[in-house]
């Protein structure tokens, strides 16, 4: 049995978004992750930096061996990334989990090299199979916290992983009958311009993947589901700015426009003035819609012209997902350090509004040491505490400090992602430089 | 081109609402100067009083150190915290105690001036305040409120 042409593009298409989505999948599952393993959070980064640096290490050699025989690299490697993901479900330990992920690392760079040339072979034309695997990337990046955070609630973290094993053998099919295109020899020099703006734009949206969702889920006390929900705004956005991005023709227009909204969303979430998900969603409608624009606009650039397919498609998998490693790096030091000062910040405005409040003075000691007592259960499960449940609302005095307590805890923890998000603004910005001095590569 | 201008104006017309709304100072508040005078509160009873007057004492010891109140207050959530705050910020337990009970002595002598306190009251409040030993009082409170 064959498997015609729309299928066969759906399948490769689908497998690349689960690949990619991995990269982001687990961040709503941290701290379910976190509670079943006792880990140091440093430790806990592991997860996802395991992923994203052995895709971003192998993504290039692996490419070099799928340009040869993509057939039975992408076979292999759905397989390998298939058994993988059922052993990050089942690991037993952290360090099991760490180490799949790894592999499932390695795997998955065969799996989205690979899939490149077959997506050429399947369409017989570079330039659709180059946009059709870089929208599968981009929707894939953007999902992944939306999906994990649903599936985390609903069925727990472990499913995050179980889920993938069979969309990925159905993906299988997609080999039936699958042509190999000719390999062109040897392969050209990379496109240092759109990968150095891929590394730079992809360690920025670091801060929208990760950040934004931990700040819903631990900073503001939103269930995984309903934070799944909210971060659905930027896929929906990428789309529906890829739909449209065609109606921009020059590629280098498409790139800057894109990053300059990223640059501004992540902006707007370092200076949201409230807390609540609903102040999130205009950022991240702009950080969607740029995603949408600039991230298939330079992988496509990376693409455009230059073979092998399969190598230089490599190529942007290894700046992607190093610059999303570079993200971690630069952005989890200064949220430790913000966690550090918004935590003390805190628990003095908190003390003073207790001090200051109604309530009899005995009772206020009361308050203190049950507050205290509860910060530090909190602090080792990584989140805010509700204060409401231990002030209680007994009467107007405990209403109004449990209510002003809530502010300084939701202030602070708004404050500890604001530098992050607004360094990540920055990283956003420094990638218009190579999107400016390589504009006339990019172009039309 | 045109692309560019409107991705432009619209990322910076982001930022400029949310800067415009308070993106900028929203942090937790700021603690208040120890060393400016706080307005009395209108208190009921004298252990509303007597609070008033520990708390103002408190801010004294916090202005002479260049520390918050609250800094002060919760180096006295405990005997461990008690001594930690105090080689912080190069002082003896003891020396701390001493600073809060002068504090103390002068809020009293405020609260008299303002006509809160009756002298009498006053002279308990100052007696006691002079003789309490604060540590033993910490220990108390821990065993109180930890049951």
């Given at each position: 049995?064959q ?27 941290l ?42 690299v ?13 052993s ?47 929208l ?48 062109p ?49 930027m ?6 700015a890829?739909?449209?991005?065609r ?59 230059r ?41 003095a ?66 404050n ?29 | ?115 809160v ?13 002079s ?17």
């Amino acid at each position: 049995m064959q498997v015609t042409v729309r299928p066969r593009v759906s399948l490769l298409g689908l497998t690349v978004a689960i690949v990619l989505a991995d990269s982001s999948v687990v961040t709503i599952a941290l701290p379910d992750i976190l509670a079943r393993f006792d880990v140091e959070i440093a430790t806990l980064a592991w997860v996802l930096t395991a992923y994203n640096l052995a895709l971003a290490l192998a993504a290039v050699p692996a490419a070099f061996v799928a340009r040869r025989r993509p057939v039975p690299v992408f076979g292999v490697g759905v397989v390998v990334f298939a058994a993988a993901s059922l052993s990050c479900a089942l690991a037993p330990s952290f360090d099991v989990l760490v180490a799949a992920r790894a592999v499932q690392g390695v795997a998955g760079a065969a799996v989205v090299c690979s899939a490149l040339d077959l997506l050429t072979g399947a369409t017989g034309d570079d330039a659709t199979a180059a946009r059709t695997w870089a929208l599968a990337g981009v929707l894939g990046a953007a999902i992944g916290p939306a999906v994990g955070g649903i599936l985390t609630q609903l069925l727990g973290w472990e499913s995050i992983f179980v889920v993938q094993v069979p969309l990925l053998l159905v993906a299988l099919l997609a080999l039936r009958g699958a042509v190999a295109p000719r390999i062109p020899e040897p392969a050209e020099r990379p496109h240092i311009a759109a990968n150095l703006a891929l590394l730079l734009v992809s360690a920025a949206l670091v801060a929208a993947l990760f950040l934004l969702v931990l700040l819903l889920i631990n900073g503001w006390r939103i269930d995984p589901l309903a934070a799944g929900l909210i971060v659905t705004v930027m896929p929906l956005a990428a789309i529906v700015a890829a739909r449209y991005s065609r109606r921009i023709p020059s590629p280098w227009v498409r790139a800057a426009s894109g990053t300059i909204l990223i640059a501004g969303g992540l902006a707007a979430l370092g200076w949201l003035p409230h807390a609540g998900a609903l102040w999130t969603v205009p950022p991240q409608i702009a950080v969607g819609a740029g995603l949408g624009l600039a991230l298939s606009a330079l992988t496509e650039r990376a693409l455009a012209g230059r073979s092998a397919q399969a190598v230089h498609g490599g190529w942007t998998i290894a700046a992607r997902h190093a610059g999303v490693v570079l993200g971690l790096v630069l952005l989890t030091p200064i949220f430790t350090a913000d966690l550090e000062r918004n935590e003390k910040d805190a628990l003095a405005a908190g003390t003073a509004a207790v001090v200051d409040s109604h309530i009899s003075p005995l009772q206020k000691l009361g308050v203190a040491r049950d507050i205290l007592v509860a910060v530090d259960d909190a602090k080792s499960e990584a989140r805010i505490p509700d204060v409401s449940d231990i002030v209680g609302t007994q009467d107007d005095a405990h209403a109004d400090l449990a209510s002003k307590l809530q502010e300084q805890l939701d202030r602070a923890a708004t404050n500890t992602a604001s530098r992050s998000f607004l360094a990540a603004a920055l990283i956003a910005l420094c990638a218009l430089v190579p999107i400016v001095v390589g504009r006339r590569d990019m172009s039309v | 081109m045109r692309a560019i201008a409107f991705s432009t104006a619209a990322a910076a017309a982001l930022v400029l609402v949310y800067l415009a709304l308070g993106g900028a100072s929203y942090a937790p508040a700021k603690a208040a100067d120890p060393c400016t005078p706080r307005d009395w509160r209108e208190p009921k009873g004298v252990q509303a009083v007597a609070e008033q007057i520990v708390l103002s004492g408190i801010d004294g010891a916090a202005c002479k150190l260049g520390v918050s109140r609250e800094d002060v207050v919760l180096a006295f959530g405990s005997r461990a915290a008690l001594e930690r705050f105090a080689r912080e910020h190069g002082v003896t337990p003891t020396g701390l105690e001493r600073l809060v009970r002068t504090g103390i002595d002068r809020a009293i002598t405020d609260a008299v001036e303002a006509g809160v306190l009756n002298p009498s009251v006053a002279q308990l409040i100052r007696g006691l305040a002079s003789r309490i030993p604060v540590g033993d009082v910490i220990d108390l409170l821990d065993r109180f409120l930890g049951q």
